[in-house]
T-cell receptor, first 112, second 112 residues
Framework: GENVEQHPSTLSVQEGDSAVIKCTYSDSASNYFPWYKQELGKRPQLIIDIRSNVGEKKDQRIAVTLNKTAKHFSLHITETQPEDSAVYFCAASGTGFQKLVFGTGTRLLVSP | AAGVIQSPRHLIKEKRETATLKCYPIPRHDTVYWYQQGPGQDPQFLISFYEKMQSDKGSIPDRFSAQQFSDYHSELNMSSLELGDSALYFC???????????FGEGSRLTVL
């Protein structure tokens, strides 16, 4: 089955800096790669996603890149703000009703 | 817009007791997923249903069972509760093949 690895596990940046979180996946059949932001005790919130037919996607300060050959994808947050502080999860799934397999999470701390 | 509804939001049980969690998916979403998230952990896939049939099974203990009913709501039944079952339980729904999962607010189970 699919296995998703994520790093770093913690990331501390200063406000205004950029943050990059990286994930690798094992199943070459996976074709959907979402990123979720989760605050303590809350549900995961989708912040951006990318499908395998696209190499990069951007939404304001957030961008995701996908390298299908290397089986890795990354989340880029620019101009970080304290409210970006949360745990971020990458995930991967295949087609149909394939379950999402999550990475182990990255705790991002943005200091003012 | 309607979201995934989970109940109860909080539940406290004693060891060896039974608990039932309910999930009402977004209308016209035919696939339901259950995830368990322990403290500081990533969400772990338990089980999913498509059109009222089990579609996939993950790390769900034999003490747990689930089903999806004719109105598409789903219930997760947990028996012989153990301390380690204390976690946030998320239900998510999606239209088949869409990829994106829509998460409910979660049910926090505490086993004493």
């Amino acid at each position: 089955g699919e296995n998703v690895e994520q790093h770093p596990s913690t990331l501390s940046v200063q406000e205004g800096d950029s943050a990059v979180i990286k994930c690798t996946y094992s199943d070459s059949a996976s074709n959907y790669f979402p990123w979720y932001k989760q605050e303590l005790g809350k549900r995961p919130q989708l912040i951006i996603d990318i499908r395998s037919n696209v190499g990069e996607k951007k939404d304001q300060r957030i961008a995701v890149t996908l390298n299908k050959t290397a089986k890795h994808f990354s989340l880029h947050i620019t101009e970080t703000q304290p409210e970006d502080s949360a745990v971020y999860f990458c995930a991967a799934s295949g087609t149909g009703f394939q379950k999402l397999v999550f990475g182990t999470g990255t705790r991002l701390l943005v200091s003012p | 817009a309607a979201g995934v509804i989970q109940s109860p939001r909080h539940l406290i049980k004693e060891k060896r007791e039974t608990a039932t969690l309910k999930c009402y998916p977004i209308p016209r979403h035919d696939t339901v997923y259950w995830y368990q998230q322990g403290p500081g952990q990533d969400p772990q896939f338990l089980i999913s249903f498509y059109e009222k049939m089990q579609s996939d099974k993950g790390s769900i203990p034999d003490r747990f069972s689930a089903q999806q009913f004719s109105d598409y709501h789903s219930e997760l039944n947990m028996s012989s509760l153990e301390l380690g079952d204390s976690a946030l339980y998320f239900c998510a729904s999606s239209p088949r093949g869409a990829g994106e999962l829509f998460f409910g607010e979660g049910s926090r189970l505490t086993v004493l």
